[in-house]
């Protein structure tokens, strides 16, 4: 009897250290991602490695088609943790499983980290020029992404993503903005079906699973014309006006308060960002483009200069 029971304490021994070294194995990967983000250098190389990813994300990571994700302006930690889970098989696609095993695996995770570094520090794709999505449906969007669905257990997407949808790096949050709505509603539908379940804590699944295909239609709706330039009401209203204002000098301060400026009036109408600030002020920091509270990640994209 009391030999038994040595034994099975010994496999539950077994089985606790083995977890363990499970546990440290996956600290050990996850330290990759929420690492410092990479010095500019580490884009340039990855600039050589994309040729083969152009075909479908865009050369500058702006992608020829709406079920290709656009890269550009992606956070770092999480273009990288994606490409790690591709290549682990943690998260899988016909096309990407197979893409991301044709970057070779230098030591290091070099060559990984150079890609996720030159496509992050892309710059955003101009305004979406596209139809607007109709008011009704841009409305519903606007509201469960500020402020989720109360009584579906829905949390607000912008507690997370940010208010203008440029995710979290440190958190390796993905950015929304601008992404196309296809993409976005196709990855909605995977996480709701357990298909894609790749997510820290199985949080996306349990979000999107709680929401109907109409809500899952007008979230993506919603983020695909959300623009951080635009939606904080604090940068540019295009890419070129963006450009031109960085040459002009480091913009100045954001103002306490002013988060609420009307977005541009342009192409028809843009949800203007409304309750949403209740979300949290820390995410309205951030002067323009994607990157939000993480600050180093601010810092490099300052240091790529075009953020
Ligand atoms: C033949 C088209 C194609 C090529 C070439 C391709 N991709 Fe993709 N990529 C996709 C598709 C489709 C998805 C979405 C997969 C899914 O549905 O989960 C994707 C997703 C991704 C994602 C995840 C984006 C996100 O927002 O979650 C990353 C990162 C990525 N690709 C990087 C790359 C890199 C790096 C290369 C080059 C080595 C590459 N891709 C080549 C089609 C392609
Ligand atoms: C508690 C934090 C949290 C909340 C709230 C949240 N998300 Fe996410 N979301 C994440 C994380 C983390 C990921 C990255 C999953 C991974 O590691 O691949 C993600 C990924 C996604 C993706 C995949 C993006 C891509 O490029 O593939 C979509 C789409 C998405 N979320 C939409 C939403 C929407 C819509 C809402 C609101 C209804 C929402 N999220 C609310 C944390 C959150």
Redesign the pocket.
Known sequence: MTSITAARGTRCFVAAALLGVFASGAVAASSDYHGLPPPPVAARQGAK??A??S???GATGVSVAP???N?AG?QYN??LK??ED?RSGK?T?P??SG??M??PAAPGNRDLKD??AY?SQQPLPDTVAAAPAPAAQLKLGRQIYTQGLQGRGVPACAACHGLGGGGNGPMAI?ALAL?HET?VL??LE?FASGA?SNAPGHVMHSIAKHMNKTQQTAVAAYVRQLDPRTTLGIGPKTYSQYVRQQMAGPAPPTPPGTTHAPVSAAPAKRAAPGPAAAVSSTHIEAPTGRAQPGAADAATRRESGHD
């Open positions: 490695l994309t083969v990813c075909a479908c994300h079920a290709y994700p890269l992606q999480y273009i994606e490409l591709f998260r696609s096309i990407m893409m991301a044709t970057i890609i996720a496509f993905p992404q993409y196709a990855q995977l894609r």
